[in-house]
C-alpha cells in the first residue's frame, strides 16, 4: 500500500491483437506463446521475462489442518503427460526466444524445484549463457501442511545472456543504490503476492494461482533494461510483467491465451501510472546496511519513485527515482545517506531520519515507513 496517495486516472486499455503486427508494442497477443512468437522479427526485442507452467505433478487435493482446501495451481495449462512432452514445449518456446532476443539482450526464467532444473538444461543446450540464478526467498511461504518435507521457501530464476561474450545492459549502480551502497546480492527477500495487489474474481477466488509479486518484477527490469526497451513475457498471466513496465518506462509485449486472464490484465495495465521523466533516471556513478534497504520501500511503493522527501526544517528537498537514490533541487544525487551529507557538507548522516515525507499533514522520518514494513512482513 503506497503511502503517499496518488489521483488515479483511468487510462486507455491496452490493444488485444489477434494478428500482431512487426513488432506489436504495449499489446497482449491472444494464442500460443509459440505460435505468437514466430510472428515477431527476429533479434527485436531487449528482454524475455518467462513464468512457463511448472508442471507441479500434484497428487490429489491438499487441505489445510483446519480442513479448508489450498487453492493450488491445478489448472489444464500446468499440465503434461510427461517429462519429454514438457521438455520439448520448454526447448520449442525458448528457440523462439532465442530467435527474436536481440545480440545483447538477457532472458529471464522463474521457475519452482518442479521445473527449473530441466529448463536450465534447454537454457544451456540452446546456447544461452548463464549469468546468475537468483533465489526468491519468499518471507511469507505457504506452509507444508502434511508436515513430510520442508516448508518450500524460493522460487529460482535464471538470468542468461544469448553468448558468454555478449554486451548484455547491467545496471550495477542502480542495483547497488537500491540496495542501500552494497552490492546487490542473487537471494533476494520478497513477499508472496498478496492482499491488494493480488486479483480477485467476483467468487473471491484468486484470479491466477501463481501471480508474481510487482517488487519482484520491479527488480528484474531495472537491473537489466533502460527506459524505451522492449520486454517480451510469451506467459503474459495477469499482466504483471506489463503493469510493472509502464511505470518504468519500458515498451512491453504479453503473449496469453487465456481470456480470463488477458481481462484482468488489460484492467490492470490500464490503471498503472507510468512515472515522471524525471524519476526514470537512475545512478550512472557505504555504510552498514539497515535491516530493510530503503530500495525495498521503493520496490514496495511505500515511497514511490517521484515522490517528494524533506528535511525536518525543509531546508533540502529531493525526488525519489526509480533506483531508490534521491535528486535535489540543486541537482546533487545520492542515496539517502550520502545526499543528506552532502548537503549538509557532513562527513556521515543518518539518512532514515535526517529524510521525511508528509502525511496527514505533517512530516514524518522515513524510517516510519522502514518499521510499517518490517511489521506488514513479519512472519
Known sequence: MAVIEKTRVRRARPVVSEEPAALPLDQILIGDCIAQMRKLPAKSVDMIFADPPYNLQLGGELFRPDGSHVDAVTDDWDKFDTFAAYDAFTRAWLAEANRILKDNGTIWVIGSYHNIFR??????????????????????????????????????????????????????????????????RSDWEFPICGGQERL???????????????????????????????????????????????????????IEREHVYIEAAKTRIADALPLD???????????????????????????????????????????????????????????????????????????????????????????????????????
Open 277 to 379: 521523466e524525471s524519476a526514470l533516471t537512475t545512478m550512472q556513478s557505504p555504510r552498514q546496511q539497515p535491516k530493510v534497504a530503503f530500495g525495498v520501500l521503493v520496490e514496495n511503493a511505500y515511497l514511490p519513485a517521484g515522490s517528494v522527501v524533506v528535511d525536518a526544517k525543509r531546508r533540502y528537498r529531493a525526488i525519489v527515482r526509480a533506483d531508490g537514490s534521491l535528486a535535489s533541487d540543486c541537482g546533487t544525487v545520492g542515496s539517502i545517506h550520502k545526499l543528506g551529507a552532502t548537503l549538509q557538507g557532513a562527513p556521515a548522516c543518518n539518512g532514515w531520519s535526517f529524510w521525511h515525507y508528509e502525511a496527514e499533514g505533517s512530516l514524518k522520518p522515513i524510517d516510519a515507513l522502514r518499521q510499517t514494513y518490517l511489521l506488514a512482513t513479519q512472519v
Open 119 to 184: 529448463v536450465g538444461v534447454a537454457v544451456q543446450d540452446l546456447g544461452f549463457w548463464i549469468l546468475n540464478d537468483i533465489v526468491w526467498r519468499k518471507n511469507n511461504p505457504m506452509p507444508n501442511f502434511r508436515g513430510t518435507r520442508f516448508t518450500n521457501a524460493h522460487e529460482t530464476l535464471i538470468w542468461a545472456s544469448k553468448g558468454e561474450k555478449a554486451k548484455y545492459t547491467f545496471n550495477y549502480r542502480s542495483m547497488k543504490t537500491l540496495n542501500d551502497e552494497i552490492q546487490m
Open 200 to 254: 480477485k474474481g467476483a467468487d473471491g477466488h484468486k484470479v491466477h494461482p501463481t501471480q508474481k509479486p510487482e517488487a519482484l518484477l520491479y527488480r528484474v527490469l531495472l537491473a537489466c533494461t533502460k527506459p524505451g526497451d522492449v520486454v517480451l513475457d510469451p506467459f503474459f498471466g495477469t499482466g504483471t510483467t506489463g503493469a510493472v513496465a509502464k511505470r518504468l518506462g519500458r515498451h512491453w509485449i504479453g
